[in-house]
């Protein structure tokens, strides 16, 4: 919606889907290879211990810190926030705070969502615009005390904005009015609710409406509920087969993948891969609704669950499980005549992988 807006933008997000170079973004491309090698060296020349989070966020500081015409540094946090590497600056024009769940527990070395609340929302900048973006009623409740005596502008969903869906369209609606909302591309319903708070940021800057309508309909999100309706993987299917990708990583984002699948009136499968922070058995337990799962490691990530330990909890479960050692036996393993759809879900990492094999 920026860039719709004729500004200039930079971006720090992660992970990356396709390459470490997706993670920075200047003006109207990404980093390039050679820009890249040559930061990490001068990063390297340090001789500090950092993070590789660490090494790819000082990588961008170098990047932009010459770079005079830039509007907005679009900066995305690591897992938490309280000593993350990303805070760095004390009067940012605005902080957002998506959905929060139980995502990170170990990193963290904590039990509790109220410890989680803590570490995203208790550093936040006492000189900018807060926006929250949609929670549970109990996760709403401890944020807001967190940031009680916070001096920022709060700004919440559901009382100064929110989004509902009608039919098929999405509607809207904050102080300043409705927009009627559509992109065929965008297919969750968490994704939507984190348009409304991009909405919400955009209109608090000033964007008019018709560029924000522009901008959404722009919007591409690799990995991400995205049909693959062509390419190497594609190929290897019948034409009535539906091949779906989605790095669906967590309890929450599982839930709103299976709620798509319902529009759907073909029966579903699932290609299955899950890092061991994950928590596995809470994740496996939802996948009920597919006939057919085949779980297989996350390609080229030591802490992935093995395929074989995916199925013995699916199978516990009486989930029917088999195991693929990589996605194209996997794909091959579940393609027949049958009209189908096959969900690649559970990570990240293997939705980049398998972009990049497509």
Known sequence: MLIENKKNVTTFTSPAITSPLDRIFIKNKFITLKQFKTLANKVISSGCKLTLFEVI?????LKIRKIDDIDYHIVEAGAGFDNDSTNVWKFPT??????INLQHQK???VKTIKDICKIKCGSLSDNTNIYIGKQKPKTLKIIKKIIKKNSSQQFFYGS???IKKKGNYYLYSDKKGYLKLNAKKIHSEGIWENIALSIKVARDLNINNKIILRGLK???????????????LRKLLHSREDLLLDGC???TALINHIKFLKNIKKPKYA?????KNRYPEKYVKHLKCFKKVISIKIPNEPNSCSSQMLKKIANKHGIMCDTAQNIHLAIKTLSSREPKCIS?????YTAGKALNLN
């Open 271 to 275: 290609i299955l891969s899950l890092m």
């Open 249 to 251: 990583h967590s309890e």
């Open 160 to 162: 100064d904005f929110k």
């Open 57 to 61: 966020t000082l990588i961008y500081l």
């Open 107 to 109: 990193l963290f070395g």
């Open 344 to 348: 690649i879900i559970g990570s990240l």
């Open 218 to 232: 722009k919007i591409r999100l690799l990995g991400r509920l995205q049909f693959i309706k062509k390419g190497k």
């Open 94 to 99: 605005c902080q957002i705070i998506s959905n």
